[in-house]
């Protein structure tokens, strides 16, 4: 028997809606492409046969897990046929092998690396845990895409000497710890064990992060997706370990910025409005966070406190302007569900 879903079923109506307005909407958007010549131009909807919507690919591949994900936790959707339909039509092999043939391209070696990378591989993840034989036909389409993506990091990975902090889409942890959670679905050993070990390297022996943020345009804490990747690598009394010495103030709310909610002065500012996405990634990263932690630390009440502010504060902000309505809802799910 499966769990019932934490989701209010008004409220999981309200995100199926808003990405269903989306995923299909190819105008306005936000192409980021190198191009060899003429040749390689075209609409959006012709370089990528399935993600030509939501005003830009990435954002298109998460609104997808998002509705894959509430047709999975709300079986019952109102919403759920009009998800399905949609599905039916986007996920066929001749769709997907346009979106391979666009990632062929000697120009496209590092498109959407690596959140895009890891958002598909999410998808993937997710349709994996769907036993409809709808979903499973989705699955078995996608799945030569989510191989290409899986190679790329493989490829990538060994050479990567350093990790990337940002709070934007370059970061490396919040990247390692989605293509972590497709490595484990799978059982994809080795896999799982490189990007484990490169998390070690990277972040093992971090201490005192000082947590300078945000910056004008994260949509990402560096210091909590850096915590919420560690979560997953390490297990029990190692991982309290680690956080004792990366964060090692939180019961005392410290450093304040990760308590305290970003203020977004102008939501139809693209850049100014990732700080809605900012809030609502650290509400699942604390919520995360709480769950690892000892029961009766100190820690867990100030984490979950901090949760609830953040997810308070840009909660609204997934529907309204289209700066952040294309994309904002996927970062609400991870927190509601964390």
């Known amino acids: 028997m499966s769990k019932p879903s934490p989701l209010e079923p008004a409220l999981a109506s309200r995100l199926a809606r808003i990405a269903l307005g989306h995923v299909a909407r190819e105008y306005p958007n936000a192409l980021v492409q190198f191009i060899a010549g003429p040749q390689e131009l075209g609409t959006p909807r012709e370089l990528h046969p399935v993600f030509y919507g939501s005003f830009d690919w990435h954002s298109c591949v998460h609104s997808h897990w998002l509705l894959a994900r509430l047709l999975r936790e709300s079986p019952h959707l109102p919403e759920g046929g009009a998800i399905i339909a949609h599905f039916d039509a986007a996920f ?16 496209s070696r ?36 989510a191989a290409d ?18 709070g934007v889409h370059s970061n490396t942890a919040f990247a390692l710890a989605l293509a972590l959670d497709h490595a484990r679905a799978h059982r994809a050993d080795a896999f799982a064990a490189l990007i484990e070990t490169k998390a070690r390297d990277w972040y093992g022996a971090d201490a005192d992060c000082q947590a300078w943020e945000p910056s004008g345009d994260d949509f ?38 990760l308590f305290s909610p970003a203020r977004v002065s102008d939501p139809g500012d693209g850049k100014i409005a990732h700080l809605d996405g900012l809030n609502l990634s650290r509400a699942w990263c604390w919520r995360g966070l709480a769950r690892a932690l000892p029961p009766g630390d100190p820690a867990v009440t100030r984490a979950l406190t901090a949760a609830s502010a953040h997810l308070e504060a840009s909660l609204h902000a997934v529907a309204g302007d289209y700066m952040g309505e294309h994309w904002l809802a996927s970062f609400a799910l991870l927190a509601l569900l964390a």
Not at 95 to 106: D, F, Q, T, V
Not at 126 to 144: D, M, N, V, Y
Not at 149 to 166: G, I, M, S, T
């Open 149 to 166: 993506f899986v190679a790329r990091f493989e490829a990538f990975l060994p050479k990567a000497d350093y990790p990337v902090r940002a």
């Open 92 to 107: 066929t092999p001749d769709k997907i092998a346009g979106e391979r043939a666009y990632l062929a391209r000697p120009t």
């Open 220 to 257: 990402l804490s560096p210091a909590l997706v850096e915590a919420e990747l560690m979560r997953r690598v390490l297990t029990g009394e190692a991982y309290a370990a680690w956080l004792s010495r990366f964060l090692p103030r939180i019961a005392q709310g410290q450093p304040e910025t």
């Open 110 to 145: 590092g498109f959407e690396r690596p959140y895009g990378w890891a958002w598909l591989l999410k998808l993937d993840e997710e349709l994996s845990h769907h036993e409809t034989p709808h979903a499973r036909r989705w699955a078995a389409a996608l799945a030569p895409l």
